[in-house]
């Protein structure tokens, strides 16, 4: 998906972590200009392919080699800086880490679990797309995709009001026309709160498109370039690149701003605006509630949310 996680809020029931392993949390960085996007695909290049073959390096005397579980899937062009993963490893494969490959310590007490991240750099080189910031025995109950609140991003446009900066082309979309962002702004306020987001969405057969929108706004920053700011719960296929597309619409001037919220309410996807190109997309912080709450969280989404019911003009819900 264009950005995350096919909802995580309708995905089947998982059995639980076997207790022999042990869970790492991962906090991962890329450029996705070069990746088919995150999921690992036959013959294409993909972030968690990437990882997953220095995971095959790394344990290569330990088969089998551990996969990733990733917070929320981005679609390929679509970059991160907060993107969060889980592995599980054996426990061959943990003692494994604590032996330091080449050089001494100087006094310093060794971390098998944080060499983890650094291994995976040192197998990408220094002039990686990929950079792994930590690596760390998760919290008990930690999920990266089910223990999440919320997933961020930003999304960075330079209209005509703004500089069109070569090194900045692979982050940022540069856009053909002036942009109002007062109207952006108005229409990022009119969509927000719990919806149906079936018309914003790509929908995947089996999957709800109901989230909870928490924040959507926009600002123009010194430097003339328009950033967006987005969270919600979680993201359906497309759905970021729909919503700033639909404020770009009306920050041009091409639709008043009630008629975003109302293909919203319709629930039926058009063609009256469109949806942005995925350069400009950045994942940028996932949200996760304290430790002890961590396993509760991720058994609560787990279960499956069921349609939106709207029971009065004023949606109930929201």
Known sequence: MEIDAPAALNAPEVPDKDDSLTRLRLDIAYDG???????????????QGSI??????????????PVLTVAGRTDAGVHATGQVAHVDLTLEQLKSL?????????GKKYDGPASLGRRINGIAGLDSDIYVSRSQIAADGFDARFSALWRRYEYRIADTAAPRNPLERHRTLWYPALLDVDLMNETAASLTGLHDWAAYCK???????????????????????????????AFCHSMVRSLVGACVAAGQKNLPVPRLAAIRDAKIRGSEFKVMPAKGLI?????????????????????????????????QLM
Do not use: C
Request: glycine residues 8%; aromatic residues 8%.
């Open 203 to 233: 929908p995947r057969d089996g999957a709800t498109t109901v989230r909870t929108l928490q924040e959507f706004t926009w600002i123009r920053q010194d430097d003339g370039i328009l950033v967006a700011r987005v969270q919600a719960d």
């Open 33 to 47: 200009t070069g990746f088919n996007g995150w999921g690992a695909q036959p013959d294409l290049r993909t972030v």
């Open 52 to 65: 997953e073959e220095a995971f095959a390096i790394v344990f290569r005397k330990f088969a089998p080699f």
């Open 98 to 106: 604590d032996r330091p490959r080449r050089g001494g310590m100087s």
């Open 283 to 315: 994942l940028t912080e996932v949200g996760y509630p304290d430790d002890e709450e961590l396993a509760a969280r991720a058994e609560l989404t787990r279960r499956r949310r069921g349609p939106l019911v709207d029971h009065s003009p004023v949606n």
